[in-house]
């Protein structure tokens, strides 16, 4: 089993819509959970943190944890084409942190 | 603040050849990381520094692969010989480690390498 876990994608979404991007972790006791945006060719850039159970918004971002169910997502609402990229999903266990493949997100004007 | 710095952004080389990438973290970040990351694929940590110390290099190559911090600021990481296989982008990162901002990594541009 990998350790963290997303759909590939692509997703295709129209412009104005809500996308919804999904990971799962395997580590039990990873306390800290992270989204990064990484655009083509570009390095990774964070967008939200969430250590907590239940939702954190920022802007048109939220994150929502649910740490029994070890799963985390990431819901970007009013989507824009600027926002097409790929979406990295990564996990603290110990010291380190450990990405998932990433999402490719594609918003259609 | 500045960022993370990286030098060379792209590199071209043989196989069998030897490349040195380097980085200078954010001031004051005492944890470095270098990932690999392999197109279509997400970063895979080769190794951890705090400080000058090593905290992980489990996946660390270390038959060809070799990294230090001396000082605990910059650090350089080498492949010495380069396989095809090596081709990925070379990213280093850096966090401060305070509570609030606890495993927040922040990365540099990163460093294209080709292996021919």
């Known amino acids: 089993q990998k350790e963290v876990e997303q759909n590939s994608g692509p997703l295709s979404v129209p412009e104005g819509a809500i996308a919804s991007l999904n990971c799962t972790y395997s580590?039990?006791?990873?306390?800290?959970f992270f989204w990064y945006r990484q655009y083509s060719g570009k390095s990774p850039e964070l967008i939200m943190s969430?250590?907590?159970?239940g939702d954190k918004e920022d802007g048109r971002f939220t994150a929502q944890l649910n740490k029994a169910s070890q799963y985390v997502s990431l819901l970007i609402r009013d989507s824009q084409p600027s926002d097409s990229a790929t979406y990295l999903c990564?996990?603290?266990?110990?010291?380190?942190?450990?990405f998932g493949a990433g999402t490719r997100l594609t918003v259609k004007p | 603040e500045a960022g993370v710095a990286q030098s060379p952004r792209y590199k071209i080389i043989e196989k069998r050849q030897s490349v040195a990438f380097w980085c200078n973290p954010i001031?004051?970040?005492?944890?470095l990381y270098w990932y690999q990351q392999i197109l279509g694929q997400g970063p895979k940590l080769l190794i951890q520094?705090?400080?000058?110390?090593?905290?992980?290099d489990s996946q660390l190559p270390k038959d060809r692969f070799s990294a230090e911090r001396l000082k605990g600021v910059d650090s350089t990481l080498k492949i010495q010989p380069a396989k095809l296989e090596d081709s990925a982008v070379y990213l280093c990162?850096?966090?401060?480690?305070?509570?609030?901002?606890?495993?927040?990594?922040?990365f540099g541009p990163g460093t294209r390498l080709t292996v021919l």
């Open positions: 990162a850096s966090r401060s480690g305070n509570y609030y901002s606890y495993n927040e990594q922040f």
């Open positions: 580590d039990r006791v990873s306390q800290s």
């Open positions: 969430i250590y907590s159970n």
């Open positions: 990564a996990v603290n266990m110990g010291e380190d942190m450990r």
């Open positions: 001031s004051g970040h005492a944890t």
């Open positions: 520094f705090q400080n000058n110390g090593v905290v992980d």
